[in-house]
């Protein structure tokens, strides 16, 4: 006889609506993304990845919807117009604006999310939620892979090179600093995750906070440094 499915709690149903509203966000950004780079001249393969990515976030959207539903959730997302889209920096180069995006939301949002999901599908035992991050898992290591390329390209395959190497020496302890308010936050927590939510695929704040550390670590240290970019005064940059 199977094991029983443990009853979605109101942390599950929250979580994985948060999760429907993120990845369409992600969608609607990449597509807005991938607009820009079609209007810099950006590489075909470039182009089609981002449409690519469009895709999978909307595939993102349906699964986590599913496991909402799944969970006992009712109704649907509570998406603000206003955030489903990019806004140009009044002034700037177009190229400085996609390199914004590719930075911000790729090369630190899509690096991190893959030992992220990785962390958060190893305790998910509820079939419905584990497909869910089955396939996310899968597609994010693309992603994180396009965000890198997307920026080895901007630094060293177009003309704003050293515009850009700036831009990122000034930006850069910004984006660190929103993303550790994102996942950060819960380093000194001590509230658990109770195991019928883990099954779910949910995890606790300070797990969120030790992968982000580790990211820096093992990604973001050795992929800037790669690219001429030393992240460390970013990385510890007073708020």
């Given amino acids: 006889m199977p094991d029983a499915v443990p009853t ?14 993120a990845e369409y966000r992600s969608a609607t950004i990449t597509q807005h993304l991938t607009l820009w780079l079609m209007q810099v ?27 909402y539903l799944a969970a006992g959730g009712t ?13 140009r920096r009044e002034g700037d180069p177009l190229e400085w604006d996609v390199l914004r995006v590719g930075v911000d939301v790729f ?7 893959v030992p992220l999901f990785k962390h958060l599908r190893e305790g998910c035992t509820v079939k419905v ?25 901007m630094l060293t395959d177009t003309p704003h090179g050293d515009a850009l190497r700036a831009l990122i020496d ?15 936050v819960g380093a000194g927590s ?13 995890m606790a704040p300070a797990e969120y906070a030790r992968v982000l550390e580790r990211t820096f670590e093992r990604d973001w240290l050795p992929r800037f440094r ?3 970019i030393d992240p460390e005064r970013a990385w510890t940059a007073p708020a």
């Avoid at 393969?45 to 690519?52: F, I, K, M, Q, S």
């Avoid at 997302?77 to 990019?86: D, F, I, N, Q, Y």
């Avoid at 899968?138 to 080895?152: A, I, K, N, Q, S």
Wanted: aromatic share 6%; charged share 30%.
């Fill in 41 to 67: 001249a950006a590489s075909p393969d470039l182009l089609h990845a981002g449409l690519r990515i469009a895709e999978d976030e909307l595939v993102h959207a349906e699964l986590s919807m599913d496991t």
């Fill in 226 to 228: 790669k690219l001429g």
């Fill in 8 to 21: 979605g709690s109101d942390a599950v149903r929250n979580e994985w609506l948060r999760r429907v509203e």
């Fill in 129 to 153: 939620a584990r497909r869910a991050l089955d396939r996310i898992l899968r597609d994010e290591v693309r992603h994180r892979d396009f965000g890198w390329t997307l920026l080895g390209w």
């Fill in 190 to 202: 001590t509230r658990a995750t109770p195991d019928e939510d883990r099954a779910w695929g949910l």
């Fill in 75 to 87: 109704g649907g997302p509570t998406l603000a117009r206003e955030s489903l889209g990019l806004r």
């Fill in 107 to 113: 090369c630190l949002g899509e690096t991190v999310a």
């Fill in 170 to 184: 000034r930006e850069l302890p910004t984006w660190f600093r929103r993303i550790r308010a994102s996942y950060g």
